[in-house]
């Protein structure tokens, strides 16, 4: 029986809508060991909950229930989904949220009982669902099933002559722009740019750079990033989000 559950919401901690969704669960599985992957995704951001959940289920074990909501469609046609792929059990708004599990995965469609609250699926719905996969029930007896889960993949970088041109896909909370380059698709000695800012060729890591000063190097999972040593990107370069990288 699985009983590791992930959390992944928008939801912040200022208030009380993540113990409300552990108390429903830990209400039907006292035993469940919740592990809390962040609660601090910006609000309605959907692309940012699907970039950090990308890079971060893959590394529990398998048998492990995630649960991720960020939902800004709450309350709306817009499908509760339960998944399993690579031995891993998911719920979540259809949204493009699980965009980054196999195209081997399963899906079903969760029902949403009246009772639950229209602004509240992640208490009503999906706990109750995530504390079932843990419980071992099977994702057939959760749902029905379905083919068409809204997938919407993170850009990817794409050739502009002789350079590869890609995009700040997200920014943490150092500042960090976070691009969407594998760092081993950049030639050695090649120099990063964003938004016409020369930042220099990939270094190892931030101490290669004097404080105050902007760094390109290979992030933790592969790709190019750029940093302030000791202070932050975005704020000095004045980008976020979706701004041009050329490598």
Excluded at 39 to 64: E, K, S
Excluded at 149 to 160: G, K, N, V, W, Y
Excluded at 215 to 224: K, N, P, R
Aim: charge should be negative; aromatic fraction near 6%; avoid cysteine.
């Amino acid at each position: 029986m699985a009983s590791l559950i992930t959390l992944l919401t928008d939801f912040g901690a200022a208030d009380s809508y993540v113990a409300e969704v552990k108390g429903v669960i830990l209400t039907a599985l006292p035993e469940a060991t919740l592990v809390d992957i962040t609660h601090q995704v910006p609000p309605g951001d959907v692309r940012a909950g699907q970039y950090l959940f990308a890079r971060t289920w893959r590394r529990f074990p398998a048998g492990t229930v995630h649960l991720v909501v960020v939902d800004p469609g709450v309350g709306t046609p817009r499908r509760a989904l339960a998944a399993e792929a690579m031995g891993h059990l998911f719920v979540a708004p259809d949204n493009g949220l699980l965009s980054s599990l196999p195209e081997t995965a399963e899906f079903v469609s969760l029902p949403v009982t009246p009772s639950a609250a229209p602004t509240f699926h992640a208490r009503d719905v999906f706990a109750p669902a995530a504390a079932r996969l843990a419980m071992g029930v099977s994702l057939d007896d959760l749902g029905d099933p379905v083919t068409d889960a809204r997938r919407t993949p993170l850009p990817e970088p794409r050739m502009d002559g002789v350079a590869l041109l890609g995009e700040v896909i997200y920014v943490d909370r150092f500042g960090t722009l976070v691009s969407n380059i594998p760092a081993d698709d950049v030639d050695p000695g090649v120099r990063i740019v964003v938004e016409g800012n020369d930042v220099g060729a990939l270094k190892r890591t931030f101490g290669d750079v004097e404080p105050g000063q902007l760094v390109a190097y290979a992030g933790s999972v592969g790709e190019v990033e750029v940093a302030v040593r000791g202070g932050s990107a975005a704020r000095l370069l004045g980008v976020g989000v979706g701004a041009e990288v050329r490598a």
